[in-house]
């Protein structure tokens, strides 16, 4: 069974940093062969793409966070990475982790990870 575990969120203030941690288990294939990555959720709003990461490595950002966040992955560790600086009170959202492969047809989400930014 896919495990699919956030950790690292929290509060911080404007301006600060976080570093978010999402580690898969149970996935049948070597985990470079999935794409990944951190979605976000706002109260009252639709879930937005944040940060991707394809299985050649080459990575892809929303642009309100381009230049600000890093997603990054650990290929032994089956972990993936998001580095969070310069935050912002817009930057407040449940962070989930997603993990994917159509040709497998695999689409694995974790619960999610509260992030705040107080005004």
């Known amino acids: 069974q896919v495990q699919v575990v956030e950790s690292g969120g929290g509060l911080v203030h404007p301006g600060g940093s976080l570093r978010l941690s999402c580690a898969f288990s149970?996935?049948?294939?070597?985990?470079?062969?999935?794409?990944s990555g951190w979605y976000r959720q706002a109260p009252g709003k639709q879930r937005d793409m944040v940060a991707t990461?394809?299985?050649?490595?080459?990575?892809n950002y929303e642009d309100r966070v381009e230049g600000r966040f890093t997603i990054s992955r650990d290929i032994a560790k089956d972990t993936i990475y998001l580095q969070m600086d310069n935050l912002a009170p817009e930057d407040t959202a449940v962070y989930y982790c997603?993990?994917?492969?159509?040709?497998?047809?695999?689409?694995?989400w974790g619960r999610g990870t509260q992030v705040t930014v107080p005004d």
């Open positions: 997603n993990i994917n492969q159509p040709i497998l047809r695999h689409d694995f």
């Open positions: 990461i394809n299985p050649a490595g080459t990575t």
């Open positions: 149970g996935i049948d294939f070597t985990f470079d062969t999935y794409f």
